[in-house]
């Protein structure tokens, strides 16, 4: 019998001051993120994120999706 | 310098399953506080619940090409009545240096050795005999370190109390330097 298998992430998209971007992702995000929680760790991320180019200063979260996906696994047993 | 610095955020999820999480390039300068806050800001975004966070500071030491050199320059001060007699017969490989002598002006020992993140004196065996034919306990009463960009000076200052303890007379001074090496 096939398996399927579905996951789901939470995608951050970080903007940096050297105009460069940053995705972070969290598995297992909740249902009733909003984008007012996303915007209130604007001030967390602050001094503590960097650019992963030049070292800029974290300016914004850019964007923010959930994705999710789900892989199939064949079961290659019942065709033997 | 060349230092990274990361945090990995540590929770627990559907079934009690252990999740870490590494968040890369994390300012080096930000203090824990600030550091953790965000974690837990992430992590709060999730189903999962929050256990913990590290922070990992990596140093990059692969682009180290050459090792810059330091003047060491060490002084040691005696009470005139010990005056040491003869120049120390330093080791390069920092084996401890032996006085036997009675009778030693304060000497100044320069060389010149592979810059350490830091070196520190160690005092093996302080009994010596003075000039006035008695026994006496040396211990180091103070050390002042100054320093530029490549020279470092240490000054070691003795003070001696007389002893009956003893009958070897003998001073023993080595110095140990850590063998982590932090220059970039």
Known sequence: MDTTKTTKQLKLVAGF???DDRTISLDNPRDSITAADISAMDSIAAGVLFGDKAGANFMRWKSAKTVESSVTYLDLTTGN | MSTKT???ITSVGANNKVIS???TDINPAADNVAIKTLCQSL????NNTFTG???IDKTDITTATTKPKLNLTLTMYAQSFLNFANTPNY???NAPQLFTNTDLPAFTYSTEMTLQSEISLIFVMSIIKGIDGKVYFVTAK???IEETDDTQ???IYFEETETTAATTAQLVISYNAPPVLTIL
């Open chain 1, 17 to 19: 001051t050297d105009g």
């Open chain 2, 6 to 8: 990361s945090a990995v």
């Open chain 2, 21 to 23: 999480k590494a968040i």
């Open chain 2, 43 to 46: 992590n709060s975004l999730t």
């Open chain 2, 53 to 55: 966070a590290q922070r």
């Open chain 2, 91 to 93: 080791q390069e490989d």
């Open chain 2, 142 to 144: 103070g050390t002042t």
């Open chain 2, 153 to 155: 000076t240490i000054k």
